[in-house]
């Protein structure tokens, strides 16, 4: 009977994360993205998160989502770490709330409490994938040989993931890697989707005259996270040499992050202050898209990619991409749709721009393929996947407890 009130009422669920809006990343964008495109399919999901400095809190009860203390995290002070005794008193907290399922989004305090408060109900509790954390930890972690640190993450995902009822993967690429890693949990492969509001382009000139940006010179872009594992520095060497060609190129930084100081240094012993600029983190829904307009080529070199949200982010409006096919990102650029994959070597790379710069038609060719593309990777299509993993999973764990019941009664 109880099983049977659950599959006529609105699924509930709880959706836990140590990154969350205003943060922004690939993550916290994710969060956002699933939040609205379930609310639409009748899914009710309640998001606990850290509270950050200046975090609406009015707007969040609106959103459903509950904000528990946190502090900064050391070498990081963009993120936050919540505070244990809170998380381990949300069951309580949370009490008059009836889950389905809890949805986990980050590995690490969000992961235990998330999983503690699931086995407590009896409910399954499953988490996205969204960090490639092997190629990632050396870059924060120094003091430790690469090949440890490799090996701890893992050993941590294998476990992680192995006490997991199921785990969402971002991409193809990303699903096989933990495979490698012996995880056993079935993997689903759903990506994050792309709302409606992605493709309305922006003011490019406007963007041009606010930063001081001549119409001549040509823009190549990077957006995202200013952080070491991002490979800027890379895209910098790139620069050098591509200028060679085009001395009117500029590459334009649009992100924050923990590796902003580093960059400018290089910038600075490079001799490209005229050549880069950074304007900092830009708002999605203004200055950002008319960013994206003002650019001819996105430029991307990432490595770590679990998907490369960013890249079809840039697609959605028009701008061609040149980026290093990595993990997660190969499965946007390698249909060659508005995408081209960008040779491995500074000097490879930069001819591929200077080649594309030098043909319009061809970028314009790509900006129309590129828009036709991303609009495959719609939100309300990876939402329904998404909707549809949750009833499978919670049905299949429904019907194991049954059966359980079932066995202890028959004693």
Known sequence: MANATRESRRMHVLMISDVCAPRVNGVSTSIQTFHAALARLGVRVTVVAPDYPGTDHEADVA????????????????????????????????????????HVQTPFAAHYAGLRLARARGIPCIATYH??????????????????LRAAARALARHQCNALDAVVV??????????????????????????????????GKQFREHWGIAPERKIALFVGRAAFEKNID????????????????????????????????RVSALRLDDAVRFVGYLPRDGELRDCYAA???????????????????????GLPVLAIPALGAAEI?????GALAADDTSEGFAAQLVALLERPAKLAAMAEEAVIFAREWDAATQGARLATLYRDVSRASAVVTDRTLAVATSR
């Open 131 to 148: 960090t490639h954390f092997e190629e990632y930890l050396f870059h924060y972690v120094r003091f430790l040989p690469k090949g440890m």
């Open 170 to 203: 971002p991409s193809r690429p990303m699903a096989a890697t933990l495979l490698d890693y012996g995880v056993h949990t079935p993997l689903h492969v759903i990506a994050t989707g792309l709302p409606e509001s992605q493709f309305v382009r922006g003011n």
């Open 63 to 102: 959103a459903d989502i509950v904000r528990l203390p946190a502090r900064a995290v050391p070498l990081d002070p963009e993120d936050r770490l919540m505070w244990w005794g809170p998380l381990a008193d949300l069951d309580r907290r949370l009490a008059s709330a009836d889950f389905d399922l809890v």
């Open 234 to 265: 890379f895209l910098f060497d790139m620069l050098s040499l591509a200028l060679h060609r085009q001395p009117q190129l500029m590459l334009v930084i649009a992100g924050e992050g923990p590796a902003l100081p580093a960059l400018r240094r």
């Open 295 to 317: 650019a001819d080529v996105f430029t991307f070199a990432s490595h770590t990619e679990t998907q490369g949200l960013v890249l079809l982010e840039a697609m959605a409006i």
């Open 333 to 337: 650029i390698l249909p060659r749709r």
